[in-house]
């Protein structure tokens, strides 16, 4: 069982950037980043592959926000750049034992407890 924990969250403002990163307790594959706000649902963020050679994006975040990974470490971050106010959400990384990220929540295997980011105006 891989256990991932988030960490980097916290109250930024506007145009402000914060980095995220998830510490695996084991090797995983596919990474990716997603974000959640009340009464929605979990939303795609971020994805990379087993070699960090493969990432896609969210149209709302690409430009802005950057996935990466250090499987020296065991982690995954998430550099996000330019944060907006609509970019507040609970963030949860995901990992999953297939080789390539994916942009849907059934395709990972394990999940983090989330982080909150909140963006002021």
């Known amino acids: 069982q891989v256990q991932l924990v988030e960490s980097g969250g916290g109250l930024v403002q506007a145009g402000g950037s914060l980095r995220l990163s998830c510490a695996t307790s084991?090797?995983?594959?596919?990474m990716g980043w997603f974000r959640q706000t009340p009464g929605k649902e979990r939303e795609f963020v971020a994805t990379i592959s087993k070699s960090g050679g493969i990432t896609d994006y969210a149209d709302s975040v690409k430009g802005r926000f950057t996935i990466s990974r250090d499987d020296a470490k065991n982690t995954g971050n998430l550099q996000m750049n330019s944060l907006k106010p609509e970019d507040t959400a609970v963030y949860y990384c995901?990992?999953?034992?297939?080789?390539?990220?994916?942009?849907?929540?059934?395709?990972?295997?394990?999940w983090g407890q989330g982080t909150q980011v909140t963006v002021s105006s």
């Open positions: 084991g090797r995983t594959y596919g």
């Open positions: 995901a990992a999953r034992t297939g080789i390539f990220g994916s942009k849907y929540t059934r395709d990972y295997d394990y």
